[in-house]
């Protein structure tokens, strides 16, 4: 109940004749006083909460969010309109009072934010593969029918010089009978017999297979050819009897002792790589834990489907224990940071749009704290804003703390909402209603 003074100077009870018109003047201005109040009120409320402003909002998709009109990127409807208090969405977090026994029950434990030297440090698979540098692909130079097929078997092993395949070609052979008869003809320079020669080179036959044409003066029905290197055969794409052109592979070899080790990079960490960091790889099917290494090569594109950049080491592999498509546990170290503040990772609550933290204020006392985080490795993250050295913020338990803040800030802005629209009261209590 709102007490009105009388005016100074007026008698509470007074006999002149003006007393009628003098009280009802008076309460006229009560009236105009209470009426005043509540609009005072509701102006100081609309200050503490800040201006309004308007946000435009998909009203099938809500997390898409914008400042200005439009349309949603994902559906194509037209962005609704909806009015907003500046400082409505950033009330503050309430303060949560947490018994001694009860944080015992819920096992809470907490850590200090401390200042000190983060190692940038990668965990990550990769797959070792032949070595590109050692394969080589072999094609026919000349159309023709494989009449011998000597290496039938994928993964067989080769060795330099071993027959590999025959092919029946009229091209060969027509290419044997123009250098034949330009090698017998005495009369022909040494530079024609020498183009006709080359001409059978750029078609695949070696130096000693021409000498054997020349000695036996014949040509070859049936061209065979040899391997150039050792190695495994890796690719089979030909049979015994089938028709070949230049365009068709009829096998690759890889070298099995120079291997690659491909390992995937995520996008955020591109920057911690360089060529020549050292690395650390297990193979624990083999046993293998803790081989060192370094990087070779950085590959220029990231994966359109992973997201992920490549990057290579070699693997030197004389005895043939690594095999190809085996899978590594890969650690790659990128070198330290300057002294930065940083939390364990497991106190972070981290969402679509925010990352926060539950900072203990004093032996039975909770808040919220918005945090914005940099690198995140071995276990402890990075903390750019929103905490100061020396904090301590929980780590285990903190989601329910959360939970609890999220519950009493809902309503908060509930009564906050109630406030708003309740309707004005007058010094007596009732409802002022305008006649």
Request: with cysteine; hydrophobic share 35%; proline share 6%.
């Amino acid at each position: 109940m709102l007490l009105i003074p009388a005016p100074f100077g007026l008698a509470a009870q007074s006999s002149h004749p003006s007393e009628p018109h003098n009280q009802q003047q008076q309460q006229h201005q009560n009236q105009e006083q209470n009426q005043q109040l509540p609009q005072q009120n509701a102006q100081q409320l609309s200050q503490n909460l800040g201006s309004e402003k308007v946000q435009y909002i998909c009203p099938m998709h809500s997390h898409i969010v914008k400042d200005h009109p439009g349309k949603c990127p994902i559906c194509g409807m037209d962005l609704v309109a909806k009015t907003v208090q500046g400082s409505r969405d950033l009330l503050p977090s309430p303060q949560i009072e947490i018994s001694g026994a009860i944080q015992q029950n819920l096992a809470l434990t907490t850590a200090q934010v401390n200042r000190s030297v983060l190692w940038r440090y990668i965990e990550t698979f990769g797959s070792i593969v032949y070595d590109e540098q050692g394969q080589r692909h072999l094609h026919p130079r000349a159309s023709g029918w494989i009449e011998n097929l000597a290496v039938n078997t994928l993964a067989q092993p080769v060795k330099k010089g071993q027959l590999l395949y025959e092919i029946y070609s009229p091209d060969l052979l027509l290419a044997q009978d123009e250098y034949l008869s330009l090698y017998r003809d005495k009369n022909i320079s040494d530079a024609l017999k020498q183009r006709g020669r080359t001409r059978l080179t750029l078609l695949g036959m070696d130096d000693d297979l021409i000498d054997r044409i020349e000695r036996g003066n014949q040509p070859l029905y049936r061209v065979p050819y040899y391997a150039p290197t050792n190695g495994i055969v890796a690719n089979l794409d030909i049979r015994q009897g089938m028709y070949v052109n230049p365009e068709n592979e009829i096998m690759m070899l890889a070298d099995p002792t120079a291997l690659w080790v491909i390992a995937d990079v995520f996008e955020h960490q591109i920057d911690w790589v360089k060529t020549g960091k050292w690395v650390e790889f297990d193979l624990p099917a083999l046993g293998i834990f803790a081989a060192e290494g370094e990087i070779e090569y950085i590959y220029p594109e990231l994966d359109a489907n992973t997201r992920t950049l490549k990057v290579r080491l070699s693997l030197k592999n004389p005895d043939g224990v690594f095999k190809p498509n085996m899978i590594a546990n890969v650690r790659i170290y990128g070198g330290a940071t300057e002294p930065v503040l940083n939390i364990p990772q497991q106190a972070l609550i981290q969402t679509e749009k925010q990352n926060r933290v539950v900072v203990q204020k004093d032996d039975s006392t909770f808040a919220i704290a918005s945090v914005t985080v940099g690198m995140i490795t071995q276990g402890r993250a990075e903390i750019i804003a929103g905490l100061e050295e020396g904090d301590k913020v929980v780590t285990s338990g903190q989601f329910l703390i959360d939970s609890e803040a999220n519950i009493q800030s809902s309503m908060l802005r509930l009564n906050d909402h109630h406030d708003d629209s309740a309707p004005s009261v007058n010094a007596s209590g009732d409802s002022h209603q305008h006649h």
